[in-house]
């Protein structure tokens, strides 16, 4: 339930940091641990599916599907997790609403703005409801009142999930 932010210098390694710490890299020394055991120990099919139940991601460039709408690209997640569609589509709907775009659902990617992509992407990061939410400078691409929206709605949500943030 906590939220951590890092700062330092371009080049240092936050990117890679995150990247491992959400499986999504392997290091080259050390491990990373959960629930007391390795996660780089465990058979790849089982670290994916603990990656995607318990890491939602966040990334600069929001990485939405472009032949998808706003609704299938927060989906996704819950449909490669096996939930029930309807389910998905009901949970994705309500978190598009809380992130301002319940009128912009069946809008693609190319048909919304930054700010409006970037916040699809933490629909996206949030819709199976992860306790690790991973943010790589989220509002990088933003203009600074966009920015401002959209990490606030961030920290809003966050709280709501009772999550654990970790923010470069």
Do not use: W
């Not at 906590?2 to 050390?30: M, N, Y």
């Not at 997790?81 to 809380?98: D, F, I, K, Q």
């Not at 409801?129 to 691409?141: I, S, Y």
């Amino acid at each position: 339930g906590e939220r951590v932010a890092i700062r330092a210098q371009s080049g240092s390694g936050k990117s890679t940091f995150l990247q491992i710490l959400g499986t999504l890299d392997k290091p080259t020394a050390g491990t990373v641990s959960f629930d007391g055991r390795g996660v780089f120990d465990r058979p790849a099919a089982e670290l994916d599916a603990l990656r995607n139940r318990t890491v939602g991601f966040v990334f600069q460039f929001h990485h939405l599907l472009p032949d998808q709408d706003a609704l299938h690209n927060v989906m996704l997640p819950a449909y490669i997790a096996g939930v029930e569609p309807s389910v998905a589509r009901a949970e994705a709907t309500a978190l598009l609403g809380r992130v301002g775009l319940g009128q912009r659902l069946h809008h693609k990617p190319g048909q919304l703005s930054g700010g409006e992509q970037q916040r699809v992407a933490l629909a996206r990061a949030l819709v199976r409801k992860p306790g690790l939410v991973l943010a790589d400078e989220p509002t990088g691409n933003l203009d600074p009142t966009t920015a401002e929206d959209v990490l606030g709605l961030l920290l809003s949500l966050h709280e709501e999930l009772g999550s654990t943030l970790v923010v470069v």
